[in-house]
């Protein structure tokens, strides 16, 4: 079992998309009349879960969902797209048979992620209060400011954040990149505990 120390150590750009299906933009609203828009008394299935496309992500797939459980994920709604093997099979069997994954393949025309995404919250959008997009190399770390600046904050994971805003129809969290910090890649090891270096400020 990784340490939330090892585990928390990046920040990633993610959209979440409220199912409510009303998505804020300023002083804009954006609507999704091809979602049904949920019941304020509804009671979801999830209350946070994640949606991705992968590719040949075989590495790092078990560390990233074990990574997001950790921050309070409940549910994983994953799409393939054309990987070159099965083992993405035989990694995610425990957690589709434990319930916290669903395997589908994902739907392409010119692109992938949109198409797909747009099936994802279709087909299961009203299972869940919360959906992250993300992808399988970026990782959503829980952060809290006091009085002395952002921190790490993993006493309640993700969710007890997503509360403060249950009356908007979308979020958008910070993104931060972080580089090959100048080491080769290696299946081997976490990439929490490989990829520590990113740009300073403003670059």
């Known amino acids: 079992t990784m ?6 150590t990046s920040v990633v750009y993610f959209i979440m998309c409220y199912t409510f299906a009303q998505v804020h933009a300023e002083s804009k609203t954006l609507l999704r009349p091809d979602i049904p828009i949920s019941d304020s008394g509804k009671q979801h299935e999830f209350y946070l879960s994640v949606g991705a496309v992968f590719r040949d992500e075989n590495d790092f797939l078990a560390e990233w969902i074990e990574f ?3 921050v309070g994920v409940q549910h994983f709604f ?3 797209h054309f990987s070159k093997d099965d083992l993405h099979e035989e990694i995610l069997r425990p957690y589709i048979e434990s319930g ?3 395997l589908e393949q994902a739907v392409c025309d010119v692109h ?3 198409p797909t995404y747009d099936r994802c919250l279709k087909e299961h959008g009203n299972r869940t209060k919360w959906m992250a997009f993300i992808d ?3 990782f959503l770390v829980p952060m809290t400011t006091n009085s002395s600046g952002p921190s790490e904050s993993n006493q309640h994971g993700v969710p007890s954040i997503l509360e403060d805003y249950e009356e908007f129809g979308g979020l958008v969290v910070h993104w931060l990149i972080f580089g090959s910090s100048g080491l080769a890649r290696d299946g081997h090891r ?3 505990l490989l990829l520590l ?3 300073g400020p403003g670059r």
């Open 190 to 192: 976490l990439l929490l």
């Open 197 to 199: 270096l990113r740009p």
């Open 136 to 138: 399988v190399d970026e």
């Open 112 to 114: 992938c992620q949109v």
């Open 100 to 102: 916290i994954v669903t």
């Open 3 to 8: 340490s939330n120390t090892a585990l928390c």
């Open 78 to 80: 994953l799409y393939n």
């Open 68 to 70: 997001h459980l950790c």
